[in-house]
């Protein structure tokens, strides 16, 4: 899968909206709002929970979540009984994930941020200058907007040549 976060609009986008504060979550389903019908305010509560590895217990990463997410209203099953749409949509998770994970090393924040053991205390930290040298969840976010770009891309192409 080619990935180039400085070409993908969306990564750009998902990039921007993690710096005007939203959570990495929202910042990459948020960047997408152009793909599926649901009005601003629900996308936002709805990727809301996310954030910091799921509430800030460090846990998969929330831009991860997010691409879940984009995955799941574009590509989702929507029959419980199915089990080939399950399994379809399970596996393109787990590619999307595995692709994240590739470049990254992990889907987990604690491990992208390099930090112990255990869930962080609630409160987010500000966001200041200091905050962004430290962390690597712009580029993060950024990345998980590029592969749900390309992925996106490629279903496309694939779905044209059919």
């Known amino acids: 899968m080619e990935i180039c976060i400085e070409k ?3 990564a750009q986008k998902a990039m921007q909206l993690f710096k005007e504060g939203y959570n990495c979550s929202q910042a990459v389903f948020l960047a997408f709002e152009d793909k599926y019908d649901m009005d601003h305010k629900t996308a936002l509560m709805l990727s809301s929970s ?5 509430g800030r217990l460090r846990e998969v990463c929330g831009s991860v979540s997010g691409m879940s997410m984009v995955a799941g209203i574009l ?9 080939q749409q399950k399994s379809e ?3 393109r998770i787990q590619e999307l994930a595995g692709e994240f994970e590739k470049r990254n090393h ?6 992208l941020l390099g930090l112990g053991q255990g869930k962080d205390h609630y409160v987010p930290e500000d966001r200041t200058k200091e905050y962004y040298k430290k962390r690597p969840c712009v580029e993060l976010v950024g990345m998980s907007a590029a592969i749900m770009e390309q992925y996106i891309k ?6 044209e040549k059919a």
């Open 154 to 159: 490629e279903t496309e192409e694939t779905k």
């Open 50 to 54: 996310f954030g910091g590895g799921m």
């Open 89 to 91: 949509h399970y596996k």
């Open 8 to 10: 993908s609009k969306y």
């Open 75 to 83: 590509y989702g099953y929507a029959d419980p009984t199915d089990n």
């Open 106 to 111: 992990s889907i987990v924040c604690r491990e």
